[in-house]
């Protein structure tokens, strides 16, 4: 835990020494912050969910970083979340035993995280994206 302070300097009294210590007059002077971790990400959720096995490719116009993520039904899955990546858009492929979706530069609005408090680190970032799939 990191904690913020003032320092009151060492005072002598009757002969033995009073070491700095940390002092707080009011809840505006001490902050501590916790150290959770927390990654930045996009979430692609797909509607509805497919049946079977499926791929997910994801990647961001002008890069030529592609993530994948390779399925065998939904259920078993969970969330489809690409850490480490936060780019304004994205394109997305799903390709299912029937069908193949391709979605191009969507937008990805990202929600800010601050898991120790707003003066506390990290800072993260977690975006989501839908993609309708035919039914």
């Known amino acids: 835990m990191t904690t913020r302070g003032r320092v009151v300097p060492a005072l002598i009294l009757g002969g033995t020494a009073a070491l700095g210590i940390t002092a707080c007059d009011s809840a505006s002077d001490v902050h501590a912050c916790t150290r959770i971790g927390c990654t930045s990400e996009v979430e692609v959720v797909l509607t509805p969910p497919p049946q079977g096995a499926f791929r997910v490719e994801l990647s961001s116009p002008g890069s030529l970083a592609q993530y ?42 990202f929600q800010e995280s601050q898991p120790n408090g707003p003066d506390c680190p990290p800072t993260c970032l977690h975006g989501r994206v839908e993609v309708a799939l035919p039914g």
């Open 68 to 109: 994948v993520r390779d399925c065998q039904d939904a259920t078993t899955c969970g969330r489809l979340v690409f850490p480490d990546f936060t780019p304004s858009y994205v394109s997305v492929r799903v390709t299912t035993s029937t069908d193949t979706v391709f979605v191009e530069a969507v937008p990805v609005e």
